[in-house]
């Protein structure tokens, strides 16, 4: 729970350094939170579920709504900073533009393991998490 605070903490902070344990917990918590504000859409029945000829998709209730808009700045900032962290520039972050290729590189960006030591990004968070300290993000380049 301490790296999602921290992720919305840092809510618009789109530079320094993100290690894959704040990214993925980041995620799984928001996974974890839209499927409960799903189902409580569902009972109360501001979500829709729509069936035909074999497809069915789901459209959020107004919690799911409100809640995804809440984090979606949170969550461009936090992989932006992943994204960092594997020493690429946030605008990396667009490639999920291109169909299915796009989302599949970006996944394999944010999977990969971060680059050792300071980057162009800042210091390793890593060696700062080992070092006690706490990480400093470097001012953004104009």
């Given at each position: 729970m301490q790296w999602y605070l921290k992720a919305l903490r840092q809510y618009a902070d789109f530079g320094g350094r993100a290690r894959r344990t704040e990214f993925w917990m980041f995620v799984l918590v928001n996974l974890v939170i839209s499927i409960v504000l799903g189902i409580?859409?569902?009972?109360?029945?501001?979500?829709?579920?729509?069936?035909?000829?074999?497809?069915?998709?789901?459209?959020?209730?107004?919690?799911?709504t409100i809640y995804g808009l809440a984090v979606l700045i949170p969550s461009i900032a936090v992989t932006v900073r992943r994204l960092h962290d594997t020493d690429r520039s946030g605008w990396w972050f667009l490639i999920q533009l291109i169909p299915i290729v796009g989302s599949i590189v970006l996944l394999v960006f944010v999977c990969l393991e971060g680059t050792r030591g300071p980057n162009r990004f800042g210091a390793d968070p890593k060696l700062e998490a080992a070092a006690g300290q706490q990480p400093q993000n470097p001012p953004m380049p104009v």
């Open positions: 409580i859409d569902s009972a109360i029945g501001t979500a829709n579920f729509y069936a035909s000829g074999g497809m069915a998709a789901y459209s959020p209730g107004i919690l799911g």
